[in-house]
């Protein structure tokens, strides 16, 4: 009767804990304040320079893309698009992806006013933008912000907000490579303060 009674116990709490998971195996819970359509998985891996210097530089806006700084020089790599156009789209577009009308659209891409289009991910919004910046207006000789602002947004000073956004990330960019030669040039001498610990 007590090997019964024990197998009934373990059986309703293993059903209570059932209860409690949603269809992917996490713990459900009702005071979650992320919605389920705008949480992404961060991928932990070892950033490119530009992407550090990014990375940073979102830091300064409390951007929630910070994370995806990597995804950024990816999508401009493979499109072929200097690094620095997609975060200055998103800085003019979405304050950095903090002003989005939902599914990490920080473009304003396809927004017409109450409609817009919606991504899955931070990652799949850069890949996206960037192959249409590519597709349809690089390829068709709109090279710069000011030339793509005829097609792209209503605002006559699109373009020149975007190369405001650019040039910062610029300047940001010199800076932190300036700091960075300032650093190393202060890093103590290892081999000579060994030498001298040895000689003590």
Not at 91 to 118: L, M
Not at 169 to 185: D, W
Not at 186 to 195: D, Y
């Amino acid at each position: 009767m007590t090997k019964k009674l024990t197998v009934f116990i373990v059986l309703l709490i293993t059903l209570f804990i059932f209860s409690q998971t949603d269809t992917k195996g996490v713990r459900a819970s009702s005071d979650l304040s992320i919605p389920k359509t705008q949480t992404e998985q961060v991928v932990s891996r070892k950033l490119d320079k530009e992407a550090e210097i990014l990375q940073k530089y979102l830091a300064k806006f409390d951007s929630p893309m910070q994370y995806s700084a990597q995804d950024f020089i990816d999508a401009a790599r493979e499109y072929n698009l200097d690094w620095k156009m997609l975060p200055a789209i998103a800085g003019v577009e979405s304050t950095f992806g903090k002003q989005i009308p939902g599914g990490y659209n920080a473009y304003g891409w396809g927004v017409y006013g109450t409609q817009a289009i919606y991504f899955e991910s931070w990652r799949d919004g850069m890949f996206t933008v960037a192959k249409g910046l590519r597709d349809n207006y690089l390829n068709k000789g709109l090279k710069d912000p000011y030339s793509i602002n005829r097609i792209y947004a209503a605002s006559p000073f699109w373009g020149s907000k975007v190369i405001y956004f650019m040039q910062d990330l610029e300047k940001f960019e010199n800076n932190y490579q300036a700091e960075t030669v300032a650093q190393i040039g202060k890093a103590p001498n290892i081999a000579a303060l060994s030498g001298q610990i040895a000689s003590n």
